[in-house]
């Protein structure tokens, strides 16, 4: 055999493990999420329960305030130490103007989304808030419900930006490329990120922990089998655990969509987390998927404020 033959062997031999290799990384670096959005599920419920436990001193928008903001102070130092430890460079600086389209985009689609579903729930018979769960008053006065709107924004929307794009993002950019990594936050925020009355939340309950449990262990079952079988072409075999498991999540989530309406709310959730993992892949600032997640809140409380108001469809 010649210099050059044994060569080409070893580049095949080493591009064929690069999948392996790849899928090992993704293994490693989904455990480690997951033991994280465990610890702050257990931050969460700490924080719930210490705040349960005594009044909330003045008053519930007050006391709602500080519990919030203790949460997110909590998950900012846990995410600046992840990253730290970790070597993920979160992107705490803001927009340049450059940036301005997409920091629109990230603003503008969320409401655009929103706007369409509403339109076609109208026209199907199904109101938004059945869709979001939430309803308020005919005659509900309009600054108590900015103030709670704003109060929950506040807590929900730095905590969601921190967990899927510093945690989340940062830790499977490890893994892949910049570009597959946007797919993957997609997919597994898109999983884990959204609550069971469809809205984005910062920490997975806890059926949805179980799951990326189950998802993770099946993830390093299909790595550890794969790596032991030598032929190639039935390598895949040793993932189809984890895509019946996938197969089964997918089919259950189609199941529980009784409508049209209800499919492009659930769908605007995905696109938004999208957009987001897009435009901070861009622009490399927290900021920006900041807005759509703001943008995303603003316009499913004022469909049901506006347009909406005295209804309870659900």
């Known amino acids: 055999m010649s210099d050059s033959d044994a060569r080409s062997l070893v580049s095949l031999r080493?591009?064929?493990?690069?999948?392996?290799?790849?899928?090992?990384?993704?293994?490693?670096?989904?455990?480690?999420?997951?033991?994280?959005?465990?610890?702050?599920?257990?931050?969460q419920r700490a924080v719930s329960a210490a705040f349960a436990s005594?009044?909330?001193?003045?008053?519930?928008l007050v006391g709602g305030l500080v519990a919030g903001g203790v949460f997110v102070a909590g998950v900012a130092a846990f995410a600046g130490a992840y990253a730290s430890v970790r070597g993920i460079g979160p992107g705490v600086r803001l927009p340049s103007r450059r940036d301005l389209p997409l920091a629109a985009a990230a603003v503008a689609v969320p409401v655009a989304l929103?706007?369409?579903?509403?339109?076609?729930?109208?026209?199907?018979?199904?109101?938004?808030?059945s869709l979001t769960k939430t309803s308020v008053a005919a005659d509900a006065s309009l600054t108590p419900v900015v103030l709670v709107t704003a109060v929950g924004a506040v807590a929900a929307v730095p905590a969601l930006v921190i967990v899927c794009h510093v945690l989340v993002q940062?830790?499977?950019?490890?893994?892949?490329?910049?570009?597959?990594?946007v797919v993957l936050t997609t997919l597994?925020?898109?999983?884990?990120?959204?609550?069971?009355?469809?809205?984005?939340v910062p920490v997975p309950d806890t059926g949805k922990l179980v799951g990326a449990v189950l998802f993770t262990l099946l993830v390093?079952?299909?790595?550890?089998?794969?790596?032991?079988?030598?032929?190639?072409?039935?390598?895949?075999?040793?993932?189809?655990?984890?895509?019946?498991?996938?197969?089964v999540v997918l089919l259950s989530g189609v199941a529980g969509i009784g409508s049209v309406a209800g499919g492009m709310f659930a769908g605007t959730r995905l696109a938004v987390l999208g957009v987001a993992a897009?435009?901070?892949?861009?622009?490399?600032?927290?900021?920006?998927?900041?807005?759509?997640?703001?943008?995303?809140?603003?316009?499913?409380?004022?469909?049901?404020?506006?347009?909406?108001?005295?209804?309870?469809?659900w």
């Open 114 to 129: 929103v706007a369409l579903t509403e339109l076609v729930g109208t026209v199907t018979g199904v109101p938004y808030n």
């Open 170 to 181: 940062g830790s499977l950019a490890r893994a892949v490329d910049d570009g597959t990594a």
């Open 278 to 313: 897009y435009t901070y892949d861009r622009t490399d600032s927290l900021l920006v998927p900041a807005l759509a997640y703001t943008s995303l809140l603003a316009a499913d409380r004022a469909v049901v404020v506006v347009l909406e108001a005295g209804m309870h469809s």
């Open 14 to 43: 080493n591009a064929v493990g690069v999948p392996d290799r790849t899928n090992r990384r993704i293994a490693a670096e989904l455990s480690t999420l997951t033991a994280a959005l465990v610890g702050l599920s257990l931050w």
């Open 220 to 247: 390093g079952v299909g790595v550890f089998a794969a790596d032991r079988v030598e032929r190639e072409r039935v390598k895949f075999l040793a993932y189809v655990p984890l895509l019946s498991f996938g197969a």
């Open 54 to 60: 005594s009044p909330p001193f003045g008053g519930v």
């Open 188 to 200: 597994v925020a898109g999983f884990v990120l959204v609550g069971g009355t469809g809205g984005l």
